[in-house]
């Protein structure tokens, strides 16, 4: 089995167009949560984080497409386009595109919508994203509910170890819909105020938009300054409920077993987890059995939701790219919100954005049906 890294990456959210702008906001402890009001689509005020629809225009105008795309498919297509341009890698037949999301182009359905109603099925996302730039294979969507993200960087990875690819692009990406804001708001998970992961406090979630992008190869050339290692990986589905997680933590902490076996490591040489945290009492509560039941209670712990709001197919791999950030700026970042904990079992959560010596990191997802997904990266350079 071969050795496999994350290289190359790129987040466009509401705190900034680049990985580099986003992670600054994080460190200065800005969110992009903001009151919405009078959008339209929406029958309530709510709290999310939006991107600007203007600067994403702005954006993408700039690549001179000839044909009219959605706005995931901007989203999308943006943030790959600075992926591409910064590796370098020729997209023959040789490299993988895997396209990770919930509910895709769920929109085009909306009456105000004047794309083709094909434009919902994730295949012809799929076929869109392809053929912009002209890969030689067809895009493989991954849309597992919100594991998605962290989910398609383990698959990649398996393709790679299979002999069938030497590099994969992964492109992810959600919109706030009014279909994905009518379903939280049905289940009343919705909290009108920003969201407190693990805090006694919390109310629910606020949902977010972005799109990120990231490189998995095979090869050690080139690789970029905060490059990590998979050193395992693990999934589970324990079919608990169609939108309930387990009240045992049973799949999260079968998912962590499994990656841990696969790294030949323990829990003892995790330095940090970045958790999924929602911010509702059924999901934290979950999350922290979980950890527990595994050795992590006294590891630093965050959930980013505070900052980009649940961005759903794309929170696992827009908080992965900032977990290596954290191991390339040798710096654990404070879980938004977060002021007393509010779950049965001791965390260690991160209260405050320090500096600290981080060599290995595990990203954790949890989702509606039951799904899990437990990977762990160990920082290159």
């Keep these: 089995m071969s050795t496999v890294y994350l290289s190359y990456n790129h987040i ?3 705190l900034g167009f680049t990985t580099d702008e986003v992670v600054k906001k994080i460190a200065s402890g800005k969110t992009g949560l903001k009151v919405v009001e009078n959008e339209p689509g929406f029958q309530e005020t709510f709290c999310g984080a939006l991107i600007d629809q203007e600067k994403l225009a702005s954006k993408f105008n700039r690549l001179n497409s000839h044909k009219a795309h959605t706005r995931l498919e901007q989203m999308m297509i943006s943030s790959l386009n600075e992926l591409i341009e910064a590796s370098s890698i020729p997209l023959d037949a040789r490299v993988g595109l895997i396209i990770s999301t919930t509910k895709g182009n769920i929109d085009v359905l909306e009456s105000t919508q004047t794309f083709d109603k094909n434009r919902a099925y994730l295949s012809a996302l799929g076929n869109e994203i392809r053929r912009f ?16 993200g962290v989910l398609s960087v383990a698959i990649a990875k398996r393709y790679i170890n299979h002999g069938i690819y030497d590099h994969v692009f992964i492109v992810s990406g959600d919109i706030v819909s009014a279909f994905t804001w009518s379903g939280f708001h049905s289940f009343q998970a919705l909290s009108q105020a920003p969201c407190k992961p693990y805090d006694a406090h919390r109310v629910g979630i606020n949902i977010g938009e972005a799109a990120a992008s990231i490189l998995v190869t095979r090869s050690s050339n080139h690789l970029s300054d905060d490059a990590v290692e998979i050193l395992g990986e693990g999934s589970c589905n324990d079919a608990n409920h169609i939108s309930g997680p387990s009240r045992t933590g049973e799949g999260l ?9 696969e790294a030949q490591i323990n829990s003892n040489a995790i330095d940090y987890v970045s958790a999924h945290g929602t911010a509702t009492p059924f999901n934290d509560e979950m999350e922290a059995i979980a950890f527990n039941r595994i050795g992590l209670a006294q590891v630093p712990l965050n959930s980013l939701k505070g900052y980009f709001g649940h961005t759903l197919g794309a929170s696992g791999l827009v908080e992965t790219i900032i977990g290596m950030q954290s191991l390339k700026n040798q710096t654990l970042y404070k879980s938004l919100g977060f002021e007393s904990l509010g779950v049965s079992k001791p965390l260690n959560v991160i209260g405050e954005t320090i500096k600290k010596p981080l060599q290995i990191f595990l990203k954790t997802a949890s989702g509606f049906g039951g799904c899990n997904t437990a990977v762990i990266f160990k920082k290159v350079k």
Excluded at 133 to 148: M, Q, T
Excluded at 253 to 261: D, E, L, N, V, Y
């Design 253 to 261: 902490f079968r998912s962590m077993q499994a990656a841990f076996k």
């Design 12 to 14: 466009l959210a509401p």
């Design 133 to 148: 730039f002209n890969f030689e294979n067809e895009a493989i969507v991954v849309s597992n509910a919100c594991v998605s």
